[in-house]
C-alpha cells in the first residue's frame, strides 16, 4: 500500500527510489559485527585481484555465511541504500570474487589526477613496474607484485591511465586479468619494437622462481 503523503504534500525520503531501486524493493541487510566490517575492509582495501568469500571467510577465521551478509551490508552501505551517503567507490562482485573500485560517476576525477603532469618522469615504482611487464608480458597484477615483493595495483592502473600498458585478456590458469606494452611505450622508450629491449631479462626471476600468487 503507498504510504500517505507528509502533510506539506512531498513525499517520505524514505520511500524515495535510490539508485533506481524504490525503498520497498529493497531488502533489509543486517549490519556486521564491527570487528569483522573492518577486517574485510581492510583486505579489500589492499586486493589486488578479486577476492573470493571463501578466500574471506578463511583468511578471517569466519563463518562463510556470516561473511556473505557482512559484504552484502558493505555494498548496501557504499550504495548508499543504508543510512549514510553514497560513497565515491563500490563494492562490486565479479566471476573471481569481490573488489573495490571506484565509481563511475567519478572516473573523470581519478583520471585527471592520475594524469596530472604526465610530462613528469615516472616514479622509480612506476619505471620497475614497467619493465617487469615489458620483460614478462603478458603478465598479471598478482605476478607483477610476487617479483617486485610490493603491491603494485596503484602502480598499475597509473600506468594504464598514461597509455604505456593495456589490458590483454585473462590468464588461462587463474582467470586473472593480464597487461602488455603499449606501441605509446615504444615511443616513449625510443624503440620500433620490443625485441629492440636492452638485455635486462636474465636479472628478472623465472616463473618457476616466482611465488604463484595468481
Do not use: C, K, W
Amino acid at each position: 500500500m503507498p504510504e500517505p503523503p507528509r502533510p506539506d504534500g512531498s513525499a517520505d525520503p524514505a520511500a524515495e527510489p535510490r539508485d533506481g531501486v524504490p525503498a520497498a524493493a529493497r531488502e533489509p541487510v543486517a549490519e556486521p559485527a564491527p570487528e569483522l566490517r573492518a577486517a574485510l575492509e581492510a583486505i579489500l582495501a589492499v586486493a589486488a585481484e578479486p577476492v573470493a568469500p571463501a578466500q574471506l571467510a578463511d583468511a578471517l577465521g569466519a563463518d562463510a555465511g556470516e561473511v556473505a551478509a557482512a559484504l552484502a551490508h558493505l555494498g548496501a552501505d557504499y550504495d548508499g541504500q543504508l543510512a549514510g551517503p553514497r560513497r565515491g567507490f563500490e563494492l562490486r562482485e565479479g566471476p573471481g570474487g569481490f573488489r573495490l573500485y571506484s565509481r563511475a560517476a567519478h572516473h573523470e576525477a581519478v583520471r585527471e589526477f592520475l594524469t596530472a603532469g604526465q610530462t613528469a618522469r615516472l616514479s622509480q615504482a612506476a619505471l620497475e613496474t614497467l619493465a617487469v611487464i615489458a620483460y614478462r608480458q603478458p603478465v598479471t597484477r598478482a605476478r607483477i607484485a610476487a617479483i617486485r615483493g610490493v603491491n603494485v595495483d596503484g602502480v598499475v592502473r597509473t600506468l594504464l591511465m598514461r597509455g604505456l600498458i593495456v589490458e590483454a585478456g585473462e590468464d588461462g590458469a587463474s582467470g586473472a586479468q593480464q597487461f602488455v606494452t603499449t606501441d605509446e611505450f615504444l615511443a616513449a622508450a625510443g624503440l620500433d619494437a620490443l625485441d629492440q629491449l636492452p638485455d635486462i631479462a636474465p636479472f628478472l626471476p623465472e616463473g618457476d622462481d616466482v611465488p604463484t600468487a595468481d
